[in-house]
């Protein structure tokens, strides 16, 4: 039985080979066959956003890479990201940590009410590995805050209020004024 590992190939490319062989002065082929390498989608998978607010959002998605590098100290992982499809070609990237099977990354410096399109990426031994794209739409300022009915009104009064879900949004402000404009 004849027997080759074949390494450094490419993820998602099919390779043809052949067995050769040469003996008493004449060469021997065998038929040629192929075969296509797994695509990196089969190892990474991109998960649903969560904590989507005005601004930030935190992403994830799952690996199986540790079957072909087991030291995982050999992969990077990354979310790749951008408010359309195209600007996946040139996206913005953050590091992600690796839990387990588990990648997360938190995304932040985003604008409101934007579609963004985002995929986890790994990388080992000069190779990329991708996910799957997915998107998520930031939240609006007016999901925070809300003007409610007037009460009480009178000849020359009224009672109006609201409600506010923007130290959802704002977690780190040490304040947040509110005014009612008539």
Known sequence: EINAK????????????????????????GEVKNFTTKSGEEYLTTGSPTNVTLTTANVSGWTK?????????????YVYYANSIDGLNYPKSVEATLNGNEISASLSGLSPNTTYYYKVVAYAEGYYYYGEVKNFTTRTENEYLSTGDATNVTLNTAKVSGMSKLSEAYPNSSSIDYYVYY
């Open 65 to 77: 890479l540790s079957e072909v590098y087991p030291n995982t100290e050999q992969v990077n992982y």
């Open 6 to 29: 074949l390494s450094n190939l490419s993820p998602n490319t099919t390779y043809y080979y052949k067995i050769t062989a040469y003996a008493d002065g004449k060469h021997f082929y």
